[in-house]
């Protein structure tokens, strides 16, 4: 077992602090992400590690040594690096390269041995690298040189390994083989693992835990579930994210949402009948186009209700799972009259969900537009036993017109604000 403990570091570039009093433990088996945006010491971190960078304060222990304090052929023995760049001049061969992870077992002018190259053999048969053993390394493409410096790393047969944007130079099937690979040694063979990455979603799918660096400083620390959450995303990188959990993998994934550019500024205020992701993809396109947007109701966790929370868009919430009680019944009701226009996604329909159906028949009523937006027949989505296409076909008969798709949405909504402008004119 071997524990890699930051003890309260801070590193520096001359008179610039690049790093701030980070203090982490991790141990054998164990693989560690660290996330965060481009200058906040992600790579420093790294080199500290290594020992290309002496903190300038705090110490950095392998179990109870201080690695600073070790010799450079121990630490070696120990702790094998795979930087982000590997720049090679002259023409050593794919195998001579990853031999060269053999030095710190080697005596001062002994040889390679025959297990020397066994291993060697093996890191390169691991990384897929082994059919071209014989080629200069200066002929290789930047991801196959990226393997080869892997096959170094493992050649080296380290407890701890160091890797710096390891996928940098790789396509998408050569990541995810390289990343499989590291997280089945990392098990496997016991291996700590500590690597910076910029992709969320590489980092979630293969991290035991994640940090999260911002100007040198740790915003956050612990499992992926506990760190890589939408409001750490926006903290550290500045950008709203949705964060959820895939159904085929299980980790988590990340989905940054942009801002528009010179957002147009909308008199009109669209109310939003959805759930379960049906409303996502209107709230932002209208939050884009510069509309007011508000939803309801909207259960707590649905995807919808977190999309109008990043948006910043006015809800009115129940709890999950929950029937809609009357005081969210009332507050929904009031969003609904005070909005120019309703819009119905085609969410699905049942018992829990049903009264805001009640909502949009009490607005109509009163003169609010109504848009049912439609992408199949609405016996796929009622649930309540018939009520949901019996309300839908009444607020068709009374008024409320049918879209199927956004670009109509838009066009429609378009015309309801000129209409909005020139009665603020009237009066």
């Not at 980092?203 to 740790?218: E, F, H, T």
Request: proline share 4%; hydrophobic share 40%; with cysteine.
């Amino acid at each position: 077992m071997v524990i890699l403990n930051i003890d309260g570091i801070d590193c520096s570039y001359g008179s610039a602090k690049i790093l701030d009093n980070v203090r982490f433990k991790v141990e054998s088996g164990q693989f560690l992400g660290i996330l965060g945006p481009n200058g906040s010491g992600k790579s420093t971190l790294i080199k500290s590690i290594s020992r290309v960078l002496r903190p300038i304060k705090g110490t950095i222990f392998i179990n109870e040594s201080d690695i600073y304090k070790l010799k450079t052929l121990e630490v070696a023995k120990s702790l094998a690096v795979v930087p982000q760049d590997s720049p090679m001049t002259f023409d050593f061969t794919a195998l001579e390269v990853v031999l060269m992870g053999r030095n710190p077992h080697l005596s001062k002018f002994g040889m390679e041995s025959k297990e020397d190259l066994a291993i060697a053999k093996k890191s390169m048969q691991l990384t897929d690298t082994w059919h071209f053993a014989d080629r200069p390394i200066t002929e290789l493409s930047g991801g196959e040189r990226q393997r080869v410096i892997i096959a170094r790393a493992l050649t080296q047969e380290p407890k701890i390994l160091l890797l710096d944007e390891p996928t940098n130079h790789l396509d998408i099937c050569n990541q995810l083989e390289i990343m499989d690979l590291l997280k089945q040694l990392c098990k496997t063979k016991n291996l700590l693992i500590v690597g910076v990455f910029h992709d969320f979603n590489l980092a979630a799918r293969y991290c035991d835990s994640l940090i999260l660096l911002k100007d040198g400083k740790i915003v956050a620390v612990g499992e992926a579930s506990q760190t890589l959450t939408s409001e750490n995303v926006k903290k550290v990188f500045r950008v709203d994210a949705v964060v959820k959990k895939h159904p085929l993998t299980g980790s988590l994934y990340v989905t940054p949402i942009s801002k528009p550019q010179n957002q147009k500024s909308r008199r009109t205020v669209v109310h939003i009948i959805c759930g379960g992701g049906s409303g996502s993809s209107v709230m932002k396109l209208l939050a884009d186009e510069g509309f007011t947007v508000t939803a309801g109701v909207l259960h707590l966790l649905d995807t919808d209700q977190e999309t109008a929370q990043l948006l910043s868009i006015t809800t009115v919430n129940e709890a999950p799972f929950s029937p809609i009680t009357d005081e969210a019944h009332e507050a929904n009701l009031k969003l609904a009259k005070k909005a120019n226009v309703l819009v119905i996604a085609p969410t699905q329909f049942g018992a829990g969900n049903l009264r805001n159906l009640e909502v949009a028949q009490a607005a109509l009523e009163k003169g609010v537009p109504t848009v049912i937006l439609e992408d199949g027949p609405i016996e796929e989505r009622d649930f309540s036993k018939g009520q949901a296409k019996k309300y839908l076909l009444k607020l068709k008969n009374e008024g409320a017109i049918t879209i199927k798709s956004l670009t109509e949405l838009l066009v429609f909504l378009n015309s309801i604000e000129e209409k909005t402008i020139q009665d603020k004119k009237g009066d």
